[in-house]
């Protein structure tokens, strides 16, 4: 990561807007590639290299989450905060078609649990919670491809989470210290609170930025 003065205005190259917007290097490229789109800034070109102002940086990042919050689906919020449902009743509270659409940032933050006889794991939230984590949202993923064009290969569904830092961090001490992958998933998850499914995903998302 880079920062700079140029002409008396703070500017950060491409992975300073990533560490600053607290996303994936790729999703950057991603978003200056189809600037026009997002309306990302131009940037300007400074000894080979791009660079963007800090205060467009911002400004695109606060108009970018907004819209995106705005494509969300509107919430169901009757009922009693502390009653607990199960995921087809958290799948209508957020007006998903379907139980298995329920995001991992849900089902990672179950208010109970139970372990079934065939080995699955029963779910179920206060409503509060659910409440709470669609409220957390900051709407869909970018798809990266225009439908019947080829083109740059799209970001991974992890590229805007906060969490892929974590998971990349982890990868590095594992190669600093020469320790093997196997156990990593477990090891984020603990970190992180989170399901080791989940973390597997992060890691798996957070190598495939590390290879690019």
Known sequence: MATRTINGRRAVDRRGVAARLRVAYSTVNHWHRQRARFNFPEG?????????????????????????????????????????????????ILRYGSYRNLPDTLLDQADRTEKLPDGRIRRRWFRRTVWAVADARTGRQSTGRTLGITGPRKPHPYADDPRLAAAAALLAEAT?????????????????????????????????????
């Not at 102002?53 to 907004?66: K, P």
């Not at 973390?199 to 690019?212: E, T």
Request: charged residues 30%; glycine residues 10%.
């Open 44 to 92: 300007v070109s400074c000894d080979g290299r791009d660079w963007f102002w800090v205060e467009e940086i911002d400004t695109f990042h606060t108009t970018h989450l907004a819209a995106k919050r705005a494509q969300l689906t509107t919430i169901d919020r009757s009922g009693d905060p502390d009653e607990l449902v199960g995921s087809g009743t958290a799948a209508k």
């Open 176 to 212: 600093n210290t020469g320790q093997e992958a196997r156990g990593l998933g477990v090891e984020l998850a603990r970190r992180l609170g989170i399901g080791e499914r989940t973390a597997q995903r992060l890691l798996a998302a957070a190598n495939s930025d590390l290879d690019r």
